[in-house]
Antibody
Framework: EVQLVESGGGLVQPGGSLRLSCAAS????????MSWVRQAPGKGLEWVSG????????YYADSMKGRFTISRDNSRNMVYLQMNSLRTEDTAVYYC???????????????WGQGTLVTVSS | QTVVTQEPSFSVSPGGTVTLTCGLS?????????PSWYQQTPGQAPRTLIY???TRSSGVPDRFSGSILGNKAALTITGAQADDESDYYC??????????FGGGTKLTVL
């Protein structure tokens, strides 16, 4: 059974940093690209970032580029999201999700975690 | 900048059929956008229904189907049930590793 468990959310001041983690199990981790998706309170879903199975290629939504960094540790079946220069508008539930279709297929999510809440406030 | 468009809301009668669509503010959706569909109820994580236009995710009943209709991607729900009342989101692959969500459709079953 595929499981994705996020951790690392919490309250952070504007301008601060936070690192989210996602522990994956139930599939051959390095065979699949992974993603982060977020949802601000009362709003829709927003794609944040993606990373190839080997970790060599990463992609970001424009509003996150330069502030967020996605990475993975295939020896530990973990994916991370380092978030710097946080803004109040980054307040959201952040979901870890698995891409469906291969290590370099960075489209089509098939499994999701339960999410971790990040609150950016002074 | 191109925006992914969805109907803000839709309603369907129990047992009825509804088709939700996913388009582009500029241009047509085709299979090369690998459209996917997700269902979300309040307070819950999203659930994948469809990916790669028409591939049902594991455990999704065949009442849910995906297609391209005209210049849009479409999600059709047949035999609507009360627990289909949810928010539905589509995602399009925009190329260069970038995906984009639509604004979501709030489906009411009444």
């Amino acid at each position: 059974e595929v499981q994705l468990v996020e951790s690392g959310g919490g309250l952070v001041q504007p301008g601060g940093s936070l690192r989210l983690s996602c522990a994956a199990s139930g599939f051959t981790f390095n065979n699949f690209a992974m993603s982060w998706v977020r949802q601000a309170p009362g709003k829709g879903l927003e794609w944040v970032s993606g990373i190839f199975g080997g970790g060599g290629s990463t992609y970001y939504a424009d509003s996150m580029k330069g502030r967020f960094t996605i990475s993975r540790d295939n020896s530990r079946n973990m994916v991370y999201l380092q978030m710097n220069s946080l803004r109040t508008e980054d307040t959201a539930v952040y979901y870890c999700a698995k891409f469906c279709c291969g290590a370099a297929a960075i489209r089509g999510l098939d499994y999701w975690g339960q999410g971790t809440l990040v609150t950016v406030s002074s | 900048q191109t925006v992914v468009t969805q109907e803000p809301s839709f309603s369907v009668s129990p047992g009825g059929t509804v088709t939700l669509t996913c388009g582009l503010s500029s241009g047509s959706v085709s299979t090369t956008y690998y459209p996917s569909w997700y269902q979300q109820t309040p307070g819950q994580a999203p659930r994948t229904l469809i990916y790669n236009t028409n591939t049902r995710s594991s455990g999704v009943p065949d009442r849910f189907s995906g297609s391209i209709l005209g210049n849009k991607a479409a999600l059709t729900i047949t035999g609507a049930q009360a627990d289909d009342e949810s928010d539905y989101y589509c995602v399009l692959y925009m190329g260069s590793g970038i995906s984009m969500f639509g604004g979501g459709t709030k489906l009411t079953v009444l």
